[in-house]
């Protein structure tokens, strides 16, 4: 059974950046980060394949958001950089297997959620 247990987020102004954390135990095959704002669908922000270190990006996330996986650690990274209030919502890590990557249905373990929230 994975479990995780996510860290970091809080506040910060546009333009600068944050760091996510998440470790996990169990063995996990494909891990991806998602975020949830006020009102809206749960969206893919990017993901790994632990085996291969293969990633995928959505589009919001692309050129200022990097996923890395510590193996060592057992823990995710999700490196936020260029933030803007858009950014703002719930973060989630979650494991699971298969495809879509950045489709919630493709995982079913998740963590506990962290806020991150960007002001202007």
């Known amino acids: 059974q994975v479990r995780l247990m996510q860290s970091g987020g809080g506040s910060v102004q546009a333009g600068g950046s944050l760091r996510l954390s998440c470790t996990y135990s169990?063995?996990?095959?494909?891990m991806g980060w998602f975020r949830q704002a006020q009102g809206k669908e749960r969206e893919g922000v990017a993901a790994i394949r632990i085996s291969s270190d293969s990633r995928w990006y959505g589009a919001s996330a692309l050129g200022r958001f990097t996923i890395a996986n510590d193996k060592d650690k057992n823990t995710l990274y999700l490196e936020m950089t260029r933030l803007a209030p858009e950014d703002t919502g719930m973060y989630y890590c979650?494991?699971?297997?298969?495809?879509?990557?950045?489709?919630?249905?493709?995982?079913?373990?998740w963590g506990q959620g962290t806020q991150v929230t960007v002001s202007s």
């Open positions: 169990g063995r996990t095959s494909l």
């Open positions: 979650a494991s699971g297997f298969g495809e879509p990557m950045l489709q919630p249905s493709t995982y079913d373990i």
